[in-house]
Nanobody, 121 residues
Framework: QVQLVESGGGLVQAGGSLRLSCAAS????????MGWYRQPPGKQRELVAV???????NYADSVKGRFTISRDNAKNTVYLQMNSLKPEDTAVYYC???????????????WGQGTQVTVSS
């Protein structure tokens, strides 16, 4: 059984900062990548940022220069530092990991429960 547990969401004024954390736990053999997606109200879920085990990163154009993703491989934890937040960043943020659990041949996708980020203008 694998779980992704997020923390760090909340309400912040425009221009402020928040830091999200997500810890993967359970019967994990290896992690390929970890990242963050978000789903704004009434819209589809979209990629925010992703980081591989080798620390290669990819960001959505809308967050480049403002958000930074990082990872602690020893703790199976991924972080998202969000600076210069805008009202349009308001969304439910979901942690994602593609990993291989013990006893399984192939990697699969796992999701956290989501954490609300609200940016007021």
């Amino acid at each position: 059984q694998v779980q992704l547990v997020e923390s760090g969401g909340g309400l912040v004024q425009a221009g402020g900062s928040l830091r999200l954390s997500c810890a993967a736990s359970g019967s994990i053999f290896s992690i390929d990548a970890m990242g963050w997606y978000r789903q704004p109200p009434g819209k589809q879920r979209e990629l925010v940022a992703v980081i591989t085990t080798e620390s290669s990163t990819n960001y959505a154009d809308s967050v480049k220069g403002r958000f930074t993703i990082s990872r602690d491989n020893a703790k199976n934890t991924v972080y998202l530092q969000m600076n210069s937040l805008k009202p349009e960043d308001t969304a439910v943020y979901y942690c994602h990991s593609r990993l291989k659990s013990r006893g399984h041949w192939f990697s699969r996708d796992y999701w956290g429960q989501g954490t609300q980020v609200t940016v007021s203008s």
